[in-house]
Structure formats: C-alpha cells, structure tokens
C-alpha cells in the first residue's frame, strides 16, 4: 500500500481549482468570440477579461505561495498505471520542457517585446490621465443637478430639492431631515421622545 501522506493534496487541489477555473473562462470567452460572425458587446468581454484577469491574479498568488512546495514535488506514475494504452497523455504530463507550440510562443512574444518602445505606452498613460482630467472638469459628479443647470442657473426641480426644514415647521405626521438623520446616525427615534 502507497503511503499519501507526503503528497500535498491541499496545495495541488488549490491550484487545480484556479487551473480549471481560468480554464473554464478562457473557454467562455474564446465560445462567445467565435460563437457569431459579429463580436459579442464590449461591455460583455470586458466583464469576462475582468473575470479573467481576477482568476489569473488569484492563481499566481496560489503559484507564489505553494512555490516551495511544489518545486519539490516529483511526478510518476503507478504502477497500476496502464502506460501502454495512455502513452500519450503520460507523455504530455511528464514531459519537463515546454511543448514546441509553447517554445515558438514564447520565442516570437520575446522578439516582439525587443521592437517595442516602453516610451509609447508612458505616453498613452499620460495622455489617458490628461484627457480623464479634462473632462473630469466638464462634469459635477455630487447632487441632482448637471454642470449645465449650475452654470446657467437653471433652478433644481421642487420634487428634489432638500429644502430646509427644522423639528418646530413640522407635523405630526412628518419626520424633519434632522431627526431622520438623528435615527439613522444615533438610533434615537424622535416619535418616541
């Protein structure tokens, strides 16, 4: 009988949960992209890259802490293992270097990255918080009422104004602003003083 109980089953389930996690997102994605001749609304695979992006963060923090664990682990099979019929698959999970697909991957990602200028994207980043600023300053982003409206005195509407308003102008059957904010805030009920 094999003893398990020096196999790190937590650290290997926690990154096989993230593994097929982003798996399935990936899928997902790529299923949505293809599925029509036109591409899915961008508001819809910003959410899916967001999701994405989270799962990918979540499984190098899982990576990063089990780092030192599963550098040591050794992988073999059993010896119940039927080798013979699943050549292929014993192959591809063993196999210590990357497959040629990979290699070429990564290869062109690397002669690619030496063409570009880091400069060029500093300088979009500084232009998208240039422009953000801008336009920031075209917008009022507090109350109910819009720039224009402030800026042309435009009065704001009855129905939201706040108005002012004080215990003694009140009826029975009204609560002031003061003794609203005084339940919510304190948890005094002025019904009840």
Known sequence: ???????????LESLRLRL????????????SIHQSQTLPQWSSIQNQLT????????????LETQREILQYINVYPLPEFPSTTHEGLLTTLLRKKNIP????????SLEESKDKNPSAS??????????SAQESENWIFTGFRTKYEIDN??????EYSLGESTSTNVSQDEVSTDDLNKLIYMGIDPRKQ
């Open 153 to 158: 005195d435009i009065p704001q509407a009855p």
């Open 20 to 31: 097929t996690q982003a798996m399935h997102s990936l899928n997902k994605l790529n299923d």
């Open 1 to 11: 009988m094999t003893d398990y109980s020096k196999v790190p089953i937590n650290s």
């Open 101 to 108: 697909e990979v290699s070429e991957w990564i290869t062109q």
């Open 51 to 62: 999701v994405i992006l989270s799962q990918l963060t979540s499984l190098s923090t899982t």
């Open 122 to 131: 500093d300088q979009f980043a500084t232009w998208c918080a240039e422009t």
